[in-house]
């Protein structure tokens, strides 16, 4: 008797909810063996290939490409003992997969302002019997979205396509479940242009010449959610600082030379990232995080330096971990790597996560500067404008000098301006004066 084993989409990052199915790499009647790739999925991180829990052969492929599917969702039927009559899937052996969760690292959690600090506290040393937490009332949760009703993948990408929301719908099929019919009574008597039929707001469905429609989903739909809920939940303050940078493009110059750089490709966003790292050490607070539901403040115990990099996916802030114990050089080759990585659509989910502070090198772009939005989880981003000759004033003289631009934001409940100020201006001072690091 064949014995029928369901594969689930697993979790593959951090609390992620759904994937899109973007290609499958077998069929129905394929043998495959344990860790063979059978799906490539893309999640609101990145696209990932899922290798095979079992080995078998495929009987059923469970949803289309272009389907977006909710984890623990079953898309893939494998037999085990292709040899029998059919039997009914064993719906108790769906894996659960190990997901690609973000590295571990260390954290210190501290009561909000106002409390007494304790001695390790007033050394600047904190561990996590050092924290005194504060209670308080949290603002009340907003309530949960309802969970996407039972529908069939070919019904989910007809919904999608049509633009009708399946939570809005109440399924006529067995047990609740969403069908076609159901789907298309909504659009057949809708009016065009996004009128509202019987509480499902559909889509527009006429377009002008030349006009085209892209779903939001993917890395698209995770950066738009993620800004939105920063803008409108942490307040954002933004500060600038014009410095010049001359003696940083003179030492990049003579480090292009030096046997020890003689493989590293030096970038200004590799001092930038240095400087913020040395910078972080005496202002803690914009390397930290506002826990809303535990009422404290979250103070990393390292640098997990998220880079804002452009892909053909979309926007993505893969991160370096423990950037703050690396030298100049080690930093400028992980960067290379991890921004290189990133275009290619390679980074891998976990690289993905747990960032505590984020540079937006908006100076590749030849953008003098901008106002950053603060990525959720962290109190500050830092953006790099472009390098230029300006006419500067030194010593008295109007001189051209490389001049640069930085603005920083910061989450004015974790950072205040003094402490924001003194920051900005560390990054600033290291940038001008690259030999002011040995201080620090």
């Given at each position: 008797?064949?014995?029928?084993?369901?594969f689930?989409?697993?979790?593959v990052?951090?609390?992620?909810?759904?994937?899109?199915?973007?290609?499958?790499?077998?069929?129905?009647?394929d043998?495959?063996?344990v860790?063979?790739?059978?799906?490539?999925?893309?999640?609101?991180?990145?696209?990932?290939?899922?290798?095979?829990?079992?080995?078998?052969?495929?009987?059923?492929?469970?949803?289309?490409?272009?389907?977006?599917?909710?984890?623990?969702?079953?898309?893939?039927?494998?037999?085990?003992?292709?040899?029998g009559?059919?039997?009914?899937?064993?719906d108790?052996?769906?894996?659960?997969?190990?997901?690609?969760?973000?590295?571990?690292?260390?954290?210190?959690?501290?009561?909000?302002?106002?409390?007494?600090?304790?001695?390790?506290?007033?050394?600047?040393?904190?561990?996590?019997?050092?924290?005194?937490?504060?209670?308080?009332?949290?603002?009340?949760?907003?309530?949960?979205?309802?969970?996407?009703?039972l529908?069939?993948?070919?019904?989910?990408?007809?919904?999608?396509d049509l633009?009708?929301?399946l939570?809005?719908?109440?399924?006529?099929?067995?047990?609740?479940v969403?069908?076609?019919?159901?789907?298309?009574?909504?659009?057949?008597?809708?009016?065009?242009?996004?009128?509202?039929?019987?509480?499902?707001?559909?889509?527009?469905?006429?377009?002008?010449?030349?006009?085209?429609?892209?779903?939001?989903?993917?890395?698209?739909?995770?950066?738009?959610?993620?800004?939105?809920?920063?803008?409108?939940?942490?307040?954002?303050?933004?500060?600038?600082?014009?410095?010049?940078?001359?003696?940083?493009?003179?030492?990049?110059?003579?480090?292009?030379?030096?046997?020890?750089?003689?493989?590293?490709?030096?970038?200004?966003?590799?001092?930038?990232?240095?400087?913020?790292?040395?910078?972080?050490?005496r202002?803690?607070?914009?390397?930290?995080?506002?826990?809303?539901?535990?009422?404290?403040?979250?103070?990393f115990?390292?640098?997990?330096?998220?880079?804002?990099?452009?892909?053909?996916?979309?926007?993505?802030?893969?991160?370096?971990?423990?950037?703050?114990?690396?030298?100049?050089?080690?930093?400028?080759?992980?960067?290379?790597?991890?921004?290189?990585?990133?275009?290619?659509?390679?980074?891998?989910?976990?690289?993905?996560?747990?960032?505590?502070?984020?540079?937006?090198?908006v100076?590749?772009?030849?953008?003098?500067?901008?106002?950053?939005i603060?990525?959720?989880?962290?109190?500050?981003?830092?953006?790099?404008?472009?390098?230029?000759?300006?006419?500067?004033?030194?010593?008295?003289?109007?001189?051209?000098?490389?001049?640069?631009?930085?603005?920083?934001?910061?989450?004015?409940r974790?950072?205040?301006?003094?402490?924001?100020?003194?920051?900005?201006?560390?990054?600033?001072?290291?940038?001008?004066?690259?030999?002011?690091?040995?201080?620090?």
């Open positions: 008797m064949p014995r029928l084993k369901r689930a989409l697993p979790d990052g951090e609390g992620l909810t759904e994937a899109e199915i973007l290609r499958w790499h077998v069929a129905p009647g043998t495959v063996a860790n063979q790739t059978v799906v490539e999925i893309e999640t609101a991180k990145a696209a990932v290939e899922l290798p095979s829990p079992y080995a078998g052969v495929v009987t059923e492929l469970l949803a289309e490409p272009g389907t977006t599917v909710d984890v623990g969702t079953p898309i893939l039927t494998i037999d085990l003992d292709p040899g009559t059919a039997a009914a899937p064993d108790d052996a769906v894996p659960n997969l190990v997901g690609y969760g973000p590295h571990a690292g260390s954290a210190r959690r501290r009561p909000r302002r106002g409390a007494a600090p304790t001695p390790a506290a007033a050394n600047g040393t904190f561990t996590a019997s050092d924290a005194v937490k504060v209670p308080f009332t949290p603002e009340p949760a907003e309530p949960a979205v309802p969970a996407v009703p529908a069939k993948p070919p019904v989910r990408k007809l919904a999608k633009g009708v929301d939570r809005s719908l109440t399924g006529s099929g067995e047990g609740g969403i069908t076609r019919e159901d789907v298309r009574a909504v659009v057949d008597g809708a009016v065009v242009d996004g009128a509202v039929v019987d509480g499902a707001a559909v889509a527009a469905v006429s377009v002008g010449a030349g006009d085209r429609r892209v779903p939001v989903r993917g890395v698209r739909k995770a950066t738009a959610a993620a800004m939105v809920a920063s803008a409108f939940t942490a307040p954002h303050v933004t500060e600038f600082l014009t410095v010049d940078v001359t003696p940083m493009m003179e030492l990049r110059a003579r480090l292009a030379t030096d046997h020890a750089f003689r493989e590293v490709r030096v970038t200004p966003l590799a001092f930038a990232a240095k400087a913020v790292c040395l910078a972080a050490r202002t803690p607070d914009v390397n930290a995080s506002w826990d809303d539901a535990a009422g404290e403040i979250v103070y115990g390292s640098v997990h330096l998220g880079i804002a990099a452009a892909t053909p996916r979309g926007l993505v802030v893969p991160k370096v971990r423990d950037a703050d114990r690396m030298g100049l050089a080690e930093l400028a080759v992980a960067l290379d790597e991890l921004t290189a990585t990133a275009r290619e659509g390679r980074t891998a989910p976990a690289d993905l996560t747990g960032g505590t502070f984020t540079i937006s090198n100076g590749v772009f030849g953008v003098d500067t901008g106002t950053p603060i990525n959720p989880g962290e109190s500050a981003i830092l953006a790099l404008g472009a390098i230029r000759d300006m006419p500067w004033v030194v010593d008295g003289v109007v001189v051209p000098r490389k001049v640069c631009q930085l603005a920083l934001s910061f989450d004015h974790v950072v205040d301006g003094q402490q924001g100020s003194q920051f900005l201006a560390d990054v600033g001072a290291l940038l001008t004066d690259p030999a002011r690091a040995i201080t620090y």
